[in-house]
């Protein structure tokens, strides 16, 4: 059958879990630096859609394309590592210094991946710096600022807003990288991958990996936010938000409910031909005695 029920979807992502987290560190590189700029190809169109008058929800239909291409090809994404190799530990399956090197040099690679294209996108659309970018380079100055600046402008209600968005965020995002293990057909995976992608995106929550590519790319059209300002009020906050939701209510939480779970039948009975001597040997002592 082309679905595959939760039990066998846990044991399928505890096994891609373990093989993840032996990758070589040039591998987690590569793959999370592909997997960053993949993202990124996918938030510059929902950028373009919006630049252009269309709804939002537009740009939440088209934004999983993303993320049904890292996933296909197999790439690393730090959020969705989040949840895959949580349960993993708890499994037993991989030891704590694995998955945070597993977490540590994909996240790098994802950010590597996201600001070269966010500068590689920034030199396309400006003409190489000859131009400001029109509408699309201010909606881009607008969004960095939003994630940033207004967080700031709230204190600690708006940098535990981002955390939570963050929450939000990668509930879905790790639903979505999960059910690309619930069909063994690559039109199931797709389908089955983009209802909580664009759920997500169309809620407006944070992702830690999609604002690698928005919040440079809104400073390289010149929105005055610094480096210092991006990483303290949305990128950690934004990223131990998408670390909660990712191992707490998805990992963990699916990998308690549906592990295979060991019940008193499944214990190892007394073997018969062994328990029939034993009962020889009782009554043969039964006589001598007699």
Same mark, same amino acid.
């Given at each position: 059958?082309?679905?595959?029920?939760?039990?066998?979807?846990?044991?399928?992502?505890?096994?891609?879990?373990?093989?993840?987290?032996?990758?070589?560190?040039?591998?987690?590189?590569?793959?999370?630096?592909?997997?960053?700029?993949?993202?990124?190809?996918?938030?510059?169109?929902?950028?373009?859609?919006?630049?252009?008058?269309?709804?939002?929800?537009?740009?939440?239909?088209?934004?999983?394309?993303?993320?049904?291409?890292?996933?296909?090809?197999?790439?690393?994404?730090?959020?969705?590592?989040?949840?895959?190799?949580?349960?993993?530990?708890? $499994?037993?399956?991989?030891?704590?210094?694995?998955? %945070?090197? *597993?977490?540590?040099? =994909?996240? @790098? !690679? #994802?950010?590597?991946?996201?600001?070269?294209?966010?500068?590689?996108?920034?030199?396309?659309?400006?003409?190489?710096?000859?131009?400001?970018?029109?509408?699309?380079?201010?909606?881009?100055?607008?969004?960095?600022?939003?994630?940033?600046?207004?967080?700031?402008?709230?204190?600690?209600?708006?940098?535990?807003?981002?955390?939570?968005?963050?929450?939000?965020?990668?509930?879905?995002?790790?639903?979505?990288?999960?059910?690309?293990?619930?069909?063994?057909?690559?039109?199931?995976?797709?389908?089955?991958?983009?209802?909580?992608?664009?759920?997500?995106?169309?809620?407006?929550?944070?992702?830690?990996?999609?604002?690698?590519?928005?919040?440079?790319?809104?400073?390289?059209?010149? $929105?005055?936010?610094?480096?210092?300002?991006?990483? %303290?009020? *949305?990128?950690?906050? =934004?990223? @131990? !938000? #998408?670390?909660?939701?990712?191992?707490?209510?998805?990992?963990?939480?699916?990998?308690?409910?549906?592990?295979?779970?060991?019940?008193?039948?499944?214990?190892?009975?007394?073997?018969?031909?062994?328990?029939?001597?034993?009962?020889?040997?009782?009554?043969?002592?039964?006589?001598?005695?007699?």
């Amino acid at each position: 059958m082309d679905y595959v029920n939760p039990v066998e979807l846990v044991q399928e992502a505890l096994r891609v879990a373990k093989k993840k987290a032996a990758l070589s560190t040039c591998d987690l590189l590569l793959r999370g630096f592909l997997a960053g700029a993949f993202l990124a190809y996918a938030t510059s169109l929902v950028m373009i859609v919006l630049s252009q008058g269309l709804p939002p929800i537009v740009g939440a239909l088209l934004f999983p394309v993303g993320f049904v291409m890292l996933v296909l090809l197999g790439l690393e994404l730090a959020t969705g590592n989040f949840a895959l190799l949580p349960a993993a530990l708890a $499994a037993g399956e991989v030891s704590l210094g694995k998955l %945070l090197r *597993n977490w540590g040099w =994909v996240y @790098l !690679g #994802n950010v590597l991946g996201s600001v070269f294209y966010a500068a590689l996108f920034y030199l396309a659309v400006t003409n190489c710096g000859a131009s400001a970018g029109g509408p699309l380079g201010d909606l881009l100055k607008q969004a960095a600022q939003r994630k940033t600046l207004a967080y700031m402008a709230l204190g600690g209600s708006g940098w535990t807003t981002a955390l939570v968005k963050g929450i939000l965020c990668n509930w879905m995002v790790t639903i979505g990288a999960v059910l690309a293990m619930v069909s063994r057909s690559t039109v199931g995976k797709v389908v089955a991958m983009w209802l909580p992608i664009m759920t997500f995106f169309a809620h407006g929550y944070e992702h830690s990996i999609v604002n690698m590519f928005v919040i440079p790319a809104g400073m390289l059209f010149g $929105a005055p936010v610094s480096v210092r300002q991006w990483w %303290l009020w *949305n990128q950690i906050p =934004v990223t @131990l !938000g #998408n670390i909660v939701s990712g191992a707490l209510l998805t990992g963990l939480a699916l990998y308690v409910t549906f592990r295979v779970k060991q019940t008193p039948s499944d214990a190892a009975p007394v073997a018969l031909p062994q328990r029939v001597e034993e009962i020889k040997l009782d009554r043969t002592a039964e006589a001598q005695v007699l």
